[in-house]
């Protein structure tokens, strides 16, 4: 009929649940810009430090230390997520958001690699904190069947932030100090923030339980955080002694041993990591479905190990392997993420995510630093990153044998101590 046109029906696992209100969508899409700020933030010195590493004539031990102190810098984002469990999640949102792209900025006029270095310890962390407070609210606020759909979506938007960051590197071919140009992008995150400023609600469930946390629930409070920590420690310390490495020394394998330019290391980045996105949203929706206990056991290791390979092959090998590693680790992503804050209560949340990202933090430091040693001493990249995969492996056992099943389940029936409030969907 003149005048009407077909409706386009998305599949399922891309529309929104069912269950999506107006507030629901304006805080995902407010939260989802600060996850673009996020990644910018954390993927930029891991893509530069090896252009940097060349101008200040380092070697890949002290890259791999670097790394490490900037990672050691999450100490900064303890009293932080502590304020943001008793005084409010947006108030230290709005902060971070700010602060974090200022300080990266800093890295552009570095006049030493330790000057670079002590510049990210401060502004990676503070990118890090916002992404753990975006976390809660998205746990907080997100419908208890949408919880992990929703991590999945912010994962794959943020996705841009670091597309900006990976995008940008040919910079670094044009001279040896033009990797400082990189850092001086991160002004650009600065309208987000302002966004993020005007629009961003306090977290619902936070403000419903401002007045429970007194006296008795003290106690009970402290006791839901210990219950759950140690197990998702472990499992993101193990994780991360793989991840990290792999991460920072991507780049120096591909550009020492396979003789990249930056151009072509950020096309190998980009069409590497770029399907994961569909393993994302798929993965998210199953986790909320069918559970996300199985998908992270299985899912973690089988990916790791295929990009463990990817820096032991050459040609169209490498970039298979990378591809489907990289899917598989979408894949099991938001179904393993949204235990960090599904299993704490309200009040304890922050400070349950910032001991978190500290554990694995210093597991990516420990893979790092051993790796960095193992590569100067004459180790391949494939037999170090081969030899690492282990670790993920060893998570996947913590996951299977420790890990609850929180899917169909509202956070008052995961967290007891959450109860005098009144029950929120």
Same mark, same amino acid.
């Given at each position: 009929m003149q005048g009407s046109y077909p409706r386009v029906r998305l599949p399922g696992w891309l529309s929104l649940p069912p269950?999506?209100?107006?507030?629901?969508?304006?805080?995902?899409?407010?939260? %989802? $810009? !600060?996850?673009?700020?996020?990644? /910018?933030?954390?993927?930029?010195? +891991? &893509? #530069? *430090?090896?252009?940097?590493?060349?101008?200040?004539?380092?070697?890949?031990?002290?890259?791999?230390l670097g790394s490490a102190i900037v990672r050691w810098g999450i100490v900064i984002s303890l009293p932080i997520v502590a304020l943001a469990?008793?005084?409010?999640?947006?108030?230290?949102?709005?902060?971070?958001?700010?602060?974090?792209?200022?300080?990266? %900025? $800093? !890295?552009?006029?570095?006049?030493? /690699?330790?000057?670079?270095?002590? +510049? &990210? #310890? *401060?502004?990676?962390?503070?990118?890090?904190?916002?992404?753990?407070?975006?976390?809660?609210?998205?746990?907080?606020?997100?419908?208890?069947?949408?919880?992990?759909?929703?991590?999945?979506?912010?994962?794959v938007v943020s996705g841009f932030g670091a597309g900006v960051a990976v995008a940008s590197l040919p910079l670094a071919d044009v001279?040896?100090?033009?990797?400082?140009?990189?850092?001086?992008?991160?002004?650009?995150?600065?309208?987000?923030?302002?966004?993020?400023?005007?629009?961003?609600?306090e977290s619902a469930r936070f403000v419903a339980r401002k007045h429970d946390f007194v006296g008795h629930l003290r106690h009970a409070a402290v006791g839901g955080l210990t219950r759950n920590l140690g197990r998702i420690c472990a499992v993101v310390f193990l994780t991360n002694i793989f991840v990290a490495t792999m991460s920072i020394f991507?780049?120096?394998?591909?550009?020492?041993?396979?003789?990249?330019?930056?151009?072509?290391?950020?096309?190998?980045?980009?069409?590497?990591?770029?399907?994961?996105?569909?393993?994302?949203?798929?993965?998210?929706?199953?986790a909320d479905a069918r559970g996300r206990r199985r998908i992270g056991a299985v899912m973690v290791p089988l990916g790791s190990v295929l990009l463990a390979?990817?820096?032991?092959?050459?040609?169209?090998?490498?970039?298979?392997?990378?591809?489907?590693?990289?899917?598989?680790?979408?894949?099991?992503?938001?179904?393993?993420?949204?235990y960090r804050g599904e299993l704490f209560p309200t009040h304890q949340r922050g400070l349950a995510g910032g001991l978190i990202m500290a554990s694995s933090l210093i597991g990516g430091s420990i893979g790092l630093i051993g790796a960095g040693r193992a590569v100067d001493s004459g180790a391949t990249y494939g037999d170090v990153m081969l030899l690492l995969?282990?670790?993920?492996?060893?998570?996947?056992?913590?996951?299977?044998?420790?890990?609850?099943?929180?899917?169909?389940?509202?956070?008052?029936?995961?967290?007891?101590?959450d109860a005098p409030a009144q029950p929120m969907t």
């Open positions: 269950d999506f209100g107006p507030r629901h969508r304006r805080v995902l899409g407010l939260v %989802a $810009l !600060g996850s673009m700020l996020v990644a /910018f933030t954390n993927t930029l010195f +891991t &893509q #530069t *430090v090896a252009y940097a590493a060349d101008e200040f004539g380092v070697s890949n031990s002290a890259q791999g469990d008793s005084r409010g999640r947006r108030p230290m949102i709005v902060a971070t958001a700010w602060a974090a792209p200022f300080v990266c %900025a $800093l !890295g552009a006029f570095a006049p030493t /690699f330790p000057a670079l270095v002590a +510049t &990210q #310890t *401060v502004g990676r962390p503070l990118g890090l904190t916002l992404d753990i407070l975006l976390a809660v609210i998205i746990v907080e606020e997100m419908p208890h069947d949408s919880r992990a759909w929703a991590t999945a979506m912010l994962a001279s040896e100090t033009s990797w400082r140009w990189i850092y001086l992008l991160s002004l650009m995150w600065l309208p987000f923030a302002w966004i993020i400023t005007r629009g961003l609600p991507q780049n120096r394998y591909l550009k020492e041993t396979r003789g990249f330019s930056a151009a072509m290391v950020a096309v190998f980045t980009m069409a590497t990591s770029s399907p994961a996105a569909l393993g994302l949203v798929a993965g998210g929706r199953i390979l990817s820096f032991a092959l050459s040609g169209v090998p490498m970039w298979t392997v990378a591809v489907f590693g990289a899917l598989l680790l979408g894949f099991a992503y938001p179904a393993l993420a949204v995969a282990v670790f993920p492996l060893l998570a996947s056992l913590v996951v299977w044998w420790r890990y609850p099943e929180t899917a169909h389940r509202t956070l008052e029936e995961l967290n007891p101590e």
